[in-house]
């Protein structure tokens, strides 16, 4: 987009021979604007008639394209697509916006199809991996994970065994340093059923829930797998199930999930503190 300077050193857009404020002859001097620009005023549409470039609610805005003096007319697309809704929150005096040009162009106006907000110019995916490394505390566990061995650390306030082991009592925030090595089984406290699909999951629905290894004072989230969804429950008993040896590393990906065993359910008055 370009604008032609004045005189008095405005830039106006859409360009024209005369200043309008004085009638003068503009200087001639093309200046490039944009693309990105701000709203001044705007008037909804939300119920947009045939002769409408949209057929959906939409709104029409000036717009002051970034070193330009003046604002164009323009039709601000919303993404709102109910007939008769009231304009979103988001459209507001001062909002960004950045114009979406035709693939087919003419050299006209009606080249920039609209503007949208500058908020939702995404024009291509991208993504960002990051590789976080654990601290003491993780690492050693990760590192009885890769052995097969599920270690805690015991609180020397409140004698509970922390699992994953932290480096400190969560409760009373004093380090810890005793390990302590777990059994694989464990009771069900709480959980929930998942239907959108993940990964690690078997199927959907899925659980995941807290699982409150024995001799363990705090409760775990995994998976629990093994039995229909419907039929996992508070103070069900669960092991561990261990992928093949040969699959191992230092992660806990070595357990796929927790599935039931055949023991008695754990009373809710012996579990009911964890929930």
Same mark, same amino acid.
């Not at 991208?126 to 061995?149: M, N, T």
């Not at 009373?267 to 964890?274: A, S």
């Given at each position: 987009?370009?604008?032609?300077?004045?005189?008095?050193?405005?830039?106006?857009?859409?360009?024209?021979?005369?200043?309008?404020?004085?009638?003068?002859?503009?200087?001639?001097?093309?200046?490039?604007?944009?693309?990105?620009?701000?709203?001044?005023?705007?008037?909804?549409?939300? =119920?947009?008639?045939?002769?409408?470039?949209?057929?959906?609610?939409?709104?029409? /805005?000036?717009?002051?394209?970034?070193?330009?003096?003046?604002?164009?007319?323009?039709?601000? +697309?919303?993404?709102?697509?109910?007939?008769?809704?009231? &304009?979103? #929150?988001?459209?507001?005096?001062?909002? *960004?916006?950045?114009?979406?040009? *035709?693939?087919?162009?003419?050299?006209?106006? $009606?080249?920039?199809?609209?503007?949208?907000?500058?908020?939702?110019?995404?024009?291509?995916?991208?993504?960002?991996?990051?590789?976080?490394?654990?601290?003491?505390?993780?690492?050693?566990?990760?590192?009885?994970?890769?052995?097969?061995?599920?270690?805690?650390? *015991?609180?020397?306030?409140? +004698? #509970?065994?922390?699992? !994953?082991?932290?480096?400190?009592?969560?409760?009373? $925030?004093? !380090?810890?340093?005793? %390990?302590?090595?777990?059994?694989?089984? $464990?009771?069900?406290?709480?959980?929930?059923? =998942? =239907?959108?699909?993940?990964?690690?999951? &078997? %199927?959907?629905?899925?659980?995941?829930?807290?699982?409150?290894?024995?001799?363990?004072?705090?409760?775990?989230?995994?998976?629990?797998?093994?039995?229909?969804? +419907?039929?996992?429950?508070?103070?069900?008993?669960?092991? /561990?199930?261990?992928? !093949?040896?040969? %699959?191992?590393? *230092?992660?806990?990906? =070595?357990?796929?999930?927790?599935?039931?065993?055949?023991?008695?359910?754990? &009373?809710?008055? %012996?579990?009911? +503190?964890?929930?």
């Amino acid at each position: 987009m370009v604008g032609v300077r004045t005189a008095a050193g405005r830039v106006l857009v859409p360009p024209s021979e005369h200043d309008p404020e004085t009638g003068e002859d503009v200087t001639g001097e093309f200046v490039e604007v944009g693309p990105g620009g701000t709203v001044t005023t705007w008037s909804w549409v939300p =119920n947009p008639a045939k002769e409408h470039p949209f057929d959906r609610p939409f709104a029409w /805005a000036l717009v002051r394209p970034d070193g330009a003096d003046t604002a164009l007319l323009h039709a601000l +697309d919303m993404g709102v697509f109910d007939t008769g809704a009231k &304009p979103p #929150k988001t459209l507001k005096t001062g909002m *960004r916006v950045r114009p979406k040009y *035709r693939a087919e162009r003419t050299g006209t106006i $009606g080249d920039i199809e609209c503007f949208l907000p500058e908020v939702t110019m995404i024009n291509a995916q991208a993504s960002l991996e990051f590789r976080l490394k654990g601290g003491q505390a993780l690492g050693r566990f990760l590192d009885g994970i890769a052995e097969g061995r599920i270690i805690g650390q *015991r609180c020397p306030v409140c +004698d #509970k065994v922390i699992v !994953p082991m932290k480096g400190f009592c969560t409760r009373d $925030g004093v !380090p810890t340093t005793e %390990e302590v090595e777990l059994p694989d089984t $464990g009771t069900v406290t709480t959980f929930a059923v =998942n =239907n959108i699909p993940d990964p690690r999951a &078997p %199927e959907v629905p899925f659980v995941s829930g807290y699982v409150l290894l024995d001799g363990a004072g705090l409760t775990m989230l995994t998976l629990i797998a093994g039995v229909p969804a +419907d039929q996992v429950r508070m103070g069900m008993r669960v092991k /561990a199930a261990w992928r !093949p040896r040969e %699959e191992w590393d *230092r992660s806990m990906a =070595n357990i796929k999930w927790f599935e039931p065993i055949d023991e008695p359910d754990v &009373p809710f008055e %012996e579990i009911k +503190d964890f929930m």
